[in-house]
């Protein structure tokens, strides 16, 4: 199985539209004479099973065929392993792939780099729960208004997401978050906070346009209580990056980051996923992750 390339495949993703692709796709990853094998769960945990079981066979590499959420999927079970991560993006925002220089919208380009690409070693975050993630969590305004809309089962697509960004901008107050950078603890009410070992998450909002996932360290974000005007003002300024002036914003650097918000109800999500609610902990694994990109480790 050494020379096999597995491909997990998301079925669901941008609601089936982009299946239309896997075929071209898997000719191309076939087209080298590679033997290429196709996993796809029944759910997310099945999927998780079956990948974890190919990773430990020892394959050329394992392929995520879909968005944010299915390489977030893999990371599971590959971080940490000498098996790397191929990506394919076919959903909605691709942050993680667009960090790493993978086209966003060319999957037979991004097949080529699974074929002839470079390995690039780039770091991972661990949880305390065990589960890792590659990209970006954030909690609180961001996750608030994800679990109003995953609760929301009208209207469709993104409508959905900006009803429950009005809904929650009505109720939402600042949280009172405890966050513990290598050890220094600050308390401080915030609209949010972000964790990054990469620049974006949601489809392009350079949360930390600054984060590089090969440092050893986590760029760590907090927007400050602020009027809710002023926060609808500042708020769109992420997708350039522009927001790090402001001076609600504090951005820092750390290995290891402990959250809580003593008294609220914090959720956190990340690479796009529900993790749970706070108090956690992320702590940065240099070189946990081996990835194929078109360049290689600099």
């Known amino acids: 199985m050494a020379d096999e390339i597995v491909v997990l495949v998301n079925p669901a993703a941008r609601g089936g539209r982009t299946l239309r692709l896997l075929d071209p796709v898997l000719r191309r990853l076939r087209a080298g004479g590679r033997r290429v094998s196709v996993i796809v769960g029944t759910s997310a945990a099945d999927a998780l099973e079956r990948a974890r079981e190919a990773v430990a066979a020892g394959p050329a590499a394992l ?25 394919v993006p076919a959903g909605t925002g691709n942050d993680f792939a667009d960090a790493l220089g993978i086209p966003r919208k060319d999957p037979l380009a991004a097949a080529d780099i699974v074929t002839s690409g470079a390995v ?22 961001d996750s608030r208004v994800n679990e109003r809309a995953n609760g929301m089962t009208w209207p469709p697509g993104m409508a959905k997401y900006l009803v429950a960004l009005a809904r929650e901008l009505r109720s939402f107050t600042p ?11 600050v308390e401080r009410e915030a609209m949010l906070v972000a964790v990054a070992n990469t620049r974006s998450y949601g489809a392009g909002m350079r949360v930390c346009p600054d984060a590089r996932p090969d440092d050893g360290l986590l760029d760590v974000l907090v927007l400050g209580a602020v009027p809710k005007g002023e926060f609808l003002r500042t708020f769109p300024r992420v997708y350039r990056g522009g927001h790090t002036g402001h001076p609600a914003v504090t951005l820092r650097r750390a290995r290891r980051v402990e959250l809580a ?16 609610p706070v108090p956690l902990t992320c702590a940065v694994e240099p070189g946990a992750l081996r990835v194929l990109t078109a360049e290689s480790t600099m």
């Open 120 to 141: 690039r070693v780039v770091d991972a975050v661990r949880l305390g729960t065990g589960e890792w993630f590659a990209g970006v969590l954030a909690c609180g305004f």
């Open 63 to 87: 392929v995520a065929f879909g968005g944010d959420g299915l390489v977030h999927l893999a990371v599971q079970a590959v971080a940490g392993t000498t098996v790397p991560l191929g990506i």
């Open 261 to 276: 918000a003593p008294g609220a109800d914090v959720v956190a999500y990340a690479d796009g996923e529900r993790i749970g």
């Open 175 to 185: 949280i009172p978050f405890r966050i513990t950078l290598d050890g220094q603890a």
